[in-house]
Nanobody, 127 residues
Framework: QVQLVASGGRLVQAGDSLRLSCLVS????????LGWFRQAPGKEREFLGA??????????YGDSAVKGRVSLSRDNAQNMAYLQMNSLRPEDTADYYC??????????????????GGQGTQVIVSS
């Protein structure tokens, strides 16, 4: 069973940058889109971006809640994906999750379409 575990969340100051990691274990997600989402207390889950796990580069940000301040990358050999966020704001405080679904990253912005997920990581941005 494929599992994805996000890590790297911590308390940061407004204006800081932060890189979150997502470790994929239990199988391969080659050909899958790996998406990043976040959810703050009392709010709906938000899409941040998706990157396809393949030999080609394919990333999708769509209407990302942090578009322009976020970039995605992956390391196939290490089974790791990364979410880099810059110019953090207090409203970025949330639990951050990574998940995987088969197919392209383009348009992969619906949490309910994802097949695999796991533990999130908490980010707190102080003003």
């Amino acid at each position: 069973q494929v599992q994805l575990v996000a890590s790297g969340g911590r308390l940061v100051q407004a204006g800081d940058s932060l890189r979150l990691s997502c470790l994929v274990s239990g199988g391969t997600i080659y050909g899958y889109a790996l998406g990043w989402f976040r959810q703050a207390p009392g709010k709906e889950r938000e899409f941040l971006g998706a990157i396809r796990w393949s030999d080609e580069e394919e990333t999708y940000y769509g209407d990302s809640a942090v578009k322009g301040r976020v970039s995605l990358s992956r390391d196939n050999a290490q089974n790791m994906a990364y979410l880099q966020m810059n110019s953090l704001r207090p409203e970025d405080t949330a639990d951050y999750y990574c998940a995987a679904k088969y197919g392209h990253a383009n348009g992969a912005d619906e949490w309910d379409d994802y097949e695999y997920g796991g533990q999130g990581t908490q980010v707190i941005v102080s003003s």
